[in-house]
């Protein structure tokens, strides 16, 4: 059903678009009406599934808690060189306040749908409410690298890596601060930051291929700042 909507929409904006130019000016305050109303039903549409997303994600927090306090705690002790590789987590990388969570929540709607500049509005929010909260400043970072703000994200990054002690967060945020240096033609810098990137954290692949498209074709650099991987968050 909402698929033939937003395709119908489509086809309704993609006529206006085309006719827009050679039309008088009583035509064009008709397709200007018609594209304002359009614009009523997809940002309502967007509002309710935001709305959806948030009852779902407390939802399903909720179950895990339950489903977390039935379930009896196994630990085994660590030792010798085992120990030494486990990196704790920052509570602060893990635990979102409650306060906190349907801002989050909303700024990861619009993330997922593109829209980064009121996606920055919420993660900004939820900082400021916050400034120790990871995943907000993550996101935040992530957002400003999107909308090619490259200062706010170099700052967001840097503080990421000094707060955080999670080695996938700080692998992020080193191939971020690379792929700003590679923006900036900065290469050797860029390098370096993506090789600390892949020590942190080897599991997480983009900092190597950044690495190899800097060293190979570094007029048309292709980078991978690490976006994709909050889809899983």
């Known amino acids: 059903m909402f698929q033939h909507m937003f395709s119908s929409m489509n086809d309704m904006l993609d006529q206006i ?13 008709q397709f200007e009406e018609q594209m304002n109303e359009l614009k009523k039903v997809s940002d309502t549409f967007i509002a309710q ?5 948030e009852k779902f994600a407390e939802f399903k927090d909720q179950q895990g808690e339950l489903a977390t306090a039935a379930k009896p705690q196994l630990v085994a002790p660590v030792h010798g060189e085992a120990a030494a590789s486990a990196i704790p987590c920052n509570s602060a990388d ?7 969570a349907s801002i989050i929540s909303k700024g990861q709607g619009y ?4 829209m980064f500049s009121q996606a920055a509005v919420q993660f900004q ?21 999107h909308l090619q703000n490259w200062n706010e994200a170099q700052r967001h990054f840097q503080l990421l890596i000094a707060l955080t002690d999670f080695p ?19 290469l050797a810098q860029a390098e370096l930051l993506f090789k600390k990137a892949y020590e942190v954290c080897p599991s997480f692949k983009d900092p190597l291929n950044n690495l190899k498209s800097c060293q190979e074709t570094p007029k048309q ?13």
């Open 111 to 114: 993330y997922k749908l593109f």
């Open 17 to 29: 678009i085309e006719q827009y130019e050679g039309a008088g000016a009583q035509e064009k305050q």
């Open 125 to 145: 929010t939820a900082i400021i409410q916050s400034p120790e909260c990871n995943l907000a400043r993550l996101f935040l970072g992530m957002t400003h690298m």
């Open 221 to 233: 650099l292709s980078l991978y700042f690490g976006s994709t991987e909050l889809c899983c968050l």
């Open 94 to 100: 893990l635990e979102i306040p409650d306060e906190l």
């Open 49 to 53: 599934w935001l709305e959806f997303e």
């Open 168 to 186: 996938k967060w700080l692998a992020m945020g080193y191939n971020a601060l690379g792929c700003i240096q590679a923006v900036r033609m900065n």
